[in-house]
């Protein structure tokens, strides 16, 4: 394998019903940062499914420069090996030097199956993506390579922190958690190159037939989607007494979010769980009450703009990372501090 062919940042701009996945966006967002430290000036979206075009201008203005479409009846829905030979074979025709892939359970699906085929690593679950040396420090006898993607993921039950590179493979793949990076501002009206490409299929024993999609109904807000959160742990005490914090996150027009702890003792549903093993989160205000500050939840909300701790014990980890902490009984606190805005709203009129 000659590396130096291997050139560009491509992304996999996932698509679902004809719909971006936001992951596709953020993927963007990182993808020309990366691009930047590489001195590259484009950044390439790779779009499969059938009928996408439309998605092209969405891309652009999110900042792909170029965008591969795959278009074909085989990509319509979502299946491993249509997907898997669309993407390798985008990968051999155009020899990207780094492919990013969403780790929503399509692209944990697929990135694996795709880095197989065209014989190159895989980093999955990414929290952090940098270009530098690697070995991260000089080590004497061995070369330090320079440029290399730096990919970072929590290891060993979030315990401690991975930096893992491929430098001696390409393309360089990760799989990126949803919710961490960030997408840029849309720049309206942005065009990309189209580049259409088909590598040909042919239906064949390995291909799954669909014979019935069945969507998941989900009475769950997305705490991902949400600008503000209120996110209580175990020290609420009961499921009952998570109604302090509904009415709190109802005068914010906020949504109610939690830690493991509280799932795993059935009081919420797991897809409010953030963290590590939950969902990561960029809401604008994130209340953590009676929550700890444990790593694995940390991880999933220390990037919200703004932390606001409420816990009794002054002691408690979680104050590290809060902008602002109330040392207190939640049951005390949170109910006051709904009343004191909604006379606050009421005053306002
Ligand atoms: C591999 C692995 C993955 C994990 N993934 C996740 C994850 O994704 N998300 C996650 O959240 N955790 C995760 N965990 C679990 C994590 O380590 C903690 O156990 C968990 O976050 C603790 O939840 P908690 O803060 O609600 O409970 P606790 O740690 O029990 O904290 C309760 C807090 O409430 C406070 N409190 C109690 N009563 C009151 C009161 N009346 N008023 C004010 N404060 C009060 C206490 O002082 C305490 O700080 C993971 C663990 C492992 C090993």
Partial sequence: MSLEEYKGVFIFAQQVDNELSGIALELLGKAKDLANDLDEKKV???????????????LAEYGADRVIVVDDPALKDYRTEPYTHALSSVIKEFKPEILLVGATAIGRDLGPRVSSRVHTGLTADCTQLDIGDFPLNAVEGQEQKHKQLLM????FGGNTIATIACPDFRPQMATVRPGVMQKITPVKGA??????????????SCYT??????????EVEDIQEAKILVSGGRGVGSPENFKILEDLAKVLHGTVSCS???VDSGWKPKDLQVGQTGKTVRPKVYFAIGISGAI?????????DLIIAINKDENAPIF???DYGVVGDLNKIVPALTKKIEEALAAKG
């Fill in 320 to 322: 590290d990372v809060a």
């Fill in 209 to 218: 037939k669909i014979l019935e999609i069945v969507k998941a109904v989900s």
């Fill in 260 to 262: 493991r702890a509280v």
């Fill in 44 to 58: 390439t979206a790779v779009l499969l499914g059938e009928k996408v075009g439309n998605l092209v201008d969405t």
């Fill in 296 to 304: 694995q939840h940390v991880a999933g909300m220390e990037e919200s």
């Fill in 152 to 155: 970072t993921r929590p290891a």
């Fill in 191 to 204: 065009k990309a190159e189209v580049v259409e490409f088909n590598p040909g299929f042919e239906e064949n």
